[in-house]
C-alpha cells in the first residue's frame, strides 16, 4: 500500500487506541466508605458489613464490564454525525487499491454508517470505527465531490462518470447535511449560477464527446451558422439558455455565461465619426444614437459570434464594434453618396427613416434587433452651409411673416365672432328678463284674481248669510208682534169681560183694578181725607156728577 493508505490506517488506530482507553479507564469510585468496626462489635454485623462491601463490588465490576461490552459492541452515531468503519481482519488488499472494495477486505470501507445506534452488528475484534461530523453545505452553496481512490480517468475525460474512477464526480450537493466519507471524497463549496433579470445564461458543456458535423444545429436563416452550437449531451455551446434564476451546475460540468439582453443605447457621435462624400463631393458627417438588444432567442448565436475573452465575456463592446459601427458606415457611405450637399441641409426626414429600416435589416439575422435608430445631428460642409442656411432663414421669415398676417386676420376675425357672441349674449339676456318680467306679472296678475274671486265669493257667502239672519230676524219680529198682538187681544177681551161685568163703566173697572194694585202695597195708612195729597190720587177714578162727601177728619181710612 502507498503512503496514503498508511496514513489513513495510522489514523484509524490512533482512534482505536483512544477508544479502548476511554472504554478501560474507570473514574475514582467516589462513594461513601464504612468506617472501621471496633473490636466491641459482635461478630455477626462484621459478617454482613463484608457481604455487603462484597455484594457493591460485584455490581461496580458488573456495570464496568456491561458499559465496557456495550462500548465495544455497540456503535452510536448522535445527530449531524456519521462512521466511518475500518476491517481490521480479511483479505489484504493490492498496492494500487486505497479503500476496500467490500466488506471482507481490509482497510477503510466506502459505506458510512447514518445516524443511530448499531447493536453487536460489528465484532471489535475484526471492526473498528470513528465518529466525524457530517459534511455541511450552508445556503446560498453547493458542493462538488472529488472521488480520491479509484482508477485513472482516460485520456479527454474530466469527470469521473464510474464509481471506480478517480476524479470529479457529476452533479452537485445541494445545501444540507450529507454523509460523506472523507477518505473516500473531498467536498469543494461553489457558487451557485445566478441569472439576473434581462439576462440570458449561455451553457456551455466542458464535458462530453466531442461532436460530430451532424451533433450542430442548423440555422435555415443562415447557412454560414451551421458549425456553431452543439445539441445536448455534446461538448461545446448549446442552444437552449437558461432564464433568470438560480441554478445548482457543477463549474467542472457546465460554464454559464451571461448575455445582456436588455435595452442598450450606442452613440456613435461620442466615439466614432460617420462621415461620407456627398454626391456633388462635399464632405458631410453626422451623429447617430442606436438603441438595441441581444434578441432572447438568438442569445446562445450572438455569444459564439462576439465573444472575445480579453473583454471578460461582455459581448456588448464587441457587438457595437463589429455589428453597430459597420452597418451605420455602410449605409451612411452608400445612402449619403446619392444626396447632394443641400438635401441634408434642407431635410433629413427619407435619410432617417431608411437608416432606421436599414439598420432593421442588417442587424437581424445577426440577433441583434434595432430598437430605434435616430441622427441627431448632421454636420453639412461650410462651402454651402451658410448660403444654404440663409436662403432657408429667409424661406422661414417669410412664412413667418405669412404666419403673422394670418395671424392678425384670424385675431380681427376671432375679435369680430366675439363681440357678436357677446351681442348676442345680452339679447338673450334682454330676452330671458323680459320673459321673466313677464311671466311674474302674469303671476301677480292670477294671484290678484284668485284672490278677488275669492273675496268675491266670501262677500256673497256673507251676504246670503245677511239675507238669511235678515229674514230670520223679520220673523222673529213679526212673530214677536204677532204674540203681542194676540196677547194685547187677550188681555183686551179680558179687560172687555172686566168692563161689562161693570156695566160698561170702564171708569168703574179702572178704579177696582187701581185700589186691587194698591191694596196689595200697604198695610196700615193714615191719611187726611180732606187734604190728603194721596187722596188726591183717586180724584181722577170719581165721577164729576156725584156729589163730593166730606168725611169727618177723625175718620180713619180702611184697614186690610
Sequence with gaps: MDN??????????????????????????SGDTDPPESDDRPSGSSSGGRWLAAAAGLLVFGLGTLATTYRSFVIDVPAGHMAVLLRKTGTDLTNQDELAK???????????????????????????????????????????????????????????REENQKGIVPGVLQPGRHDVNPYLYRVEQHDP????????????????????ASDYWEDPRDPRHKLLLVKPGFRGVERDTLDPGTYFLNPYEVAVSLVDCRNQRFNLGETRELSFPSKDGFWVSLDSIVEFRVRPDMAAQVFVLYNEPINGGQIDEEVMRKVILPAARSFCRLQGSNNSGRDFIQG????????????????????????????????????????VQEREIAKQKAEQYTQQILQQKSEAKLAIEKELVLQKQALVTAEQSVVRETTQSKREQQVAVTKAEE?????????????????????????????????????????KQSVAAYDGDGQRFAQYVLYQKLAGAYRQLMVNTADSPLMKIFEGFTPRELPRTRLPSSEVAGQK
Design 193 to 212: 449560477v445566478v441569472v439576473p433579470a434581462g439576462f440570458k445564461g449561455v451553457r456551455t458543456n466542458l464535458t462530453g464527446p466531442i461532436p460530430e
Design 102 to 160: 467490500g466488506p471482507s477486505f481490509k482497510g477503510i470501507q466506502p459505506e458510512v454508517l447514518h445516524e443511530g445506534r448499531y447493536f453487536f452488528q460489528y465484532n471489535p475484534y475484526d471492526w473498528s470505527w470513528e465518529v466525524l461530523p457530517q459534511v455541511v453545505i450552508p445556503n446560498g452553496k453547493l458542493g462538488v465531490l472529488v472521488r480520491l481512490a479509484g482508477d485513472d480517468l482516460p485520456p479527454g475525460e474530466l469527470l469521473a
Design 4 to 29: 496514503a493508505s498508511e496514513v489513513l490506517f495510522d489514523n484509524f488506530d490512533q482512534a482505536q487506541r483512544e477508544q479502548a482507553r476511554d472504554a478501560t479507564d474507570s473514574p475514582p469510585d
Design 348 to 387: 433629413r426626414t427619407q435619410f432617417q427613416d431608411n437608416y432606421q429600416t436599414t439598420m432593421k435589416e442588417a442587424c437581424e439575422p445577426l440577433g441583434i434587433e434595432v430598437i430605434q435608430a435616430l441622427i441627431t445631428k448632421i454636420n453639412p460642409p461650410r462651402q454651402i452651409a451658410e448660403p
Design 455 to 495: 273675496k268675491l265669493s266670501v262677500a256673497r257667502l256673507h251676504l246670503e248669510a245677511a239675507r238669511d239672519e235678515a229674514e230670520a230676524i223679520r220673523a222673529r219680529g213679526n212673530g214677536a208682534a204677532q204674540v203681542t198682538r194676540l196677547k194685547n187681544e187677550a188681555e183686551a177681551a179680558g179687560w
